[in-house]
């Protein structure tokens, strides 16, 4: 045997049983943002590298040290694997003008890349569902992306996921309130760490994201900028408060949630759960009306969030609310080898039928016994065993076994029925197919 390749550092296989867990969890998502009125959109993982340069602002953690940028050794351009989807569905509506006819919603579900240090809910290749409205400018969009995400816990069940709400205002708003930050942590130089006095000029905002336990008291006494809010930003947020309040959306007002990514202006957000450690973000976003005129459009509104998928997984394990395993309805038994010409047609009918319908294959070892195949069955979990004996086969039937505890009183009873028909009784094996 050769030597074995195993994958990346913090990247991982998702394989069954969880990968059901996976697909369960972006049904119910894409049904739900469905009926908001938000659409699918498709955007490459590799886009050019200025592109989040340019997007998300130069000092980020994201482009300053977690994103994986190459260059094409063919042709020499400078690419990144996506870090976040924002950016590429902004340039994707500005490439295609996407808004030409008026505002759009839209989102995307995929694999995000982060060179971070992997630890649990940190991962270099994670996933992320998000939606972006664009070309829509007033607070209730705000609201209605927040109530989206507010209504995906209520389905799902799950609790302990709180709403921290804050605004950054406008761009001549954050200008006055960088001043006072400058001057505030200029005063505290000695209590800075090496990332603030670095950030002190180029992005003192960042430093109130701090994740340093010793500078979080400076942090918590610093200028507010919700103090240097005029008119018109203070009307923005205050409205997306009293909607939310509406809708009997509970949030907390938390005055340094300042996110990450540079584009954000009004309202940003963040859902963040106690249940699962240090990693506790399950889903951030905000207001990004600078966003599309940055990257070349024609200036328009946008305001998205993205929930990490891994994170929002292991809060469903943790409160136990991951559906059971999905079972076949019925689990055939192959006892000759010589039998699968006539059984082949028969599970085919079944399954166009619309049964799921799982079929006992030969190993290297060769077809197992009876009994062995009969485990099997039972521990597929299906609850009917059909029977492809060469006696049924005789007389052109199959034996069908109820396999799972039968109503009280009834006993498990093993019936025939005819090999030619059977999408005339599939329905018996699944009561719910129409
Ligand atoms: P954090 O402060 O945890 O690093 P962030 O501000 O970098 O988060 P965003 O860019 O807002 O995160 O991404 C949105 C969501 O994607 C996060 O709230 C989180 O649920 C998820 N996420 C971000 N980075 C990772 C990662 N490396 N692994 C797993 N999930 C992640
Ligand atoms: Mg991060």
Redesign the pocket.
Known sequence: MSERITAVKGMNDIAPPQSAHWEWLEQRVRALLQRYGYRNIRTPIVEPLALFVRGLGEVT??VEKEMYAFEDRLNGEQLALRP?GTAGVVRAVVEHALLYDGPKRFYYMGPMF?H?RPQR????Q?H?IGVEALGLAGPEVDAELITMAADLWQQLGLEDIVLEINTLGQPAERAAHRQALIAYFEQHRDQLDEDARRRLYTNPLRILDTKNPAMQALVEQAPRLLDHLGATSRAHFETVCALLQAQGIAYRVNPRLV???DYYQHTVF?FVTTSLGA?G????GGRYDGLVAELGGKPAPGVGW???V??ILALLEAQQRLPAAPVPDAYAIVPDAAAWAQVLPVLRALRQAGLQVLMHASTPDGLASMKAQFKKADASGARYALIFGADELAQGSVAIKPLRAQPEGTVAQQVLRPLAQAQQWARELAPTLT
Request: net charge neutral.
């Open positions: 953690d994201i976040e982060r971070e809910g940190r991962y270099r994670f992320q996110r990450g990514l963040e990693q973000t399950v889903c951030a993205a929930m990490g891994e994170r």
